[in-house]
């Protein structure tokens, strides 16, 4: 009997077996954490005090390269946010460039990389432009306080670092359940520290959930019945895996 050949130019990628997937009842992602350390910042996409106003106009961010609009401060947004965006914004233009949200971001006693800075500017933006306006930059700030709570907890004996246990529990407040093959990846992805024993630090932690959180999410778009498959033209593919790859 002849075997059906394989369709060309498609990608069907599965969930995998082993534990739950993210369509699985898990917390909502970016739901409030419990430690001190920014506990009060409004989960990401939900409406807050410091909501971002209207939707988009129609077509923004539609591709990885569409142009950035210009945008605004919500009313009502907290004035040392808008301080610390100004004191980036050195020409006044009303957008940063990634060296100077880095810098912006770096003035918390801790050091972003400039990856991990792209990968910040094309989840926000769903561009490759690597300029941010106020309001992406709102949501930027707000989500890493979030982050940054949801590490203290985990980061229990206060190393600076977390371990592959340590991580799927992050993942797991966040909304995502990883299969230990693909959590063993991630950590020997975004271990950086060149020790005996695996372990994250904070700045390659952001790094981790960005990577987890937009591909999910991409994913996401594609399955649309939450059954843990889709199918992507090889096009489709390649435009949802290399931003993750070059940012």
């Not at 923004?60 to 945008?71: E, I, K, V």
Request: glycine letters at 10%; aromatic letters at 12%.
């Amino acid at each position: 009997m002849e075997r059906s050949r394989p369709r060309k130019g498609r990608i069907s990628t599965g969930a995998g077996s082993g534990g739950g997937y993210y369509g699985a009842p898990q917390p909502a992602y970016g739901a409030p954490p419990s430690a001190p350390y920014g506990g009060s910042a409004p989960p990401y996409g939900a409406p807050a005090p410091h909501a971002y106003g209207a939707p988009p106009p129609a077509g923004y961010g539609m591709t990885p390269f569409a142009s950035l609009l210009p945008s605004q401060f919500a009313p009502g947004t907290d004035p040392n946010v808008i301080a610390c965006f100004q004191a980036a914004d050195r020409d006044g233009s009303g957008m940063i460039d990634d060296k100077e949200l880095q810098q912006a971001l770096s003035g918390y006693n801790q050091t972003f990389s400039l990856r991990t800075v792209h990968l910040l500017m094309y989840l926000f933006t769903n561009t490759n432009v690597r300029k941010i306006g106020p309001k992406e930059f709102t949501s930027v700030f707000y989500s890493l306080q979030n982050w940054r709570s949801i590490f203290e907890r985990f980061d229990r004996d206060r190393s600076g670092k977390i371990d592959a246990s340590e991580l799927r529990e992050a993942l797991l407040s966040l909304g995502y359940s990883v299969s230990p093959v693909v959590l063993d990846l991630l950590v020997s992805k975004f271990d950086k520290s060149g020790g005996k024993n695996k372990a994250v630090e904070y700045d390659n932690f952001i790094e981790c959930c960005l990577t987890v959180k937009g591909l999910t999410e991409k994913f996401k778009e594609k399955d649309t019945t939450f059954s843990g498959s889709a199918t992507f033209t090889y096009e489709a593919f390649m435009l949802t895996v290399l931003p993750f790859l070059i940012a």
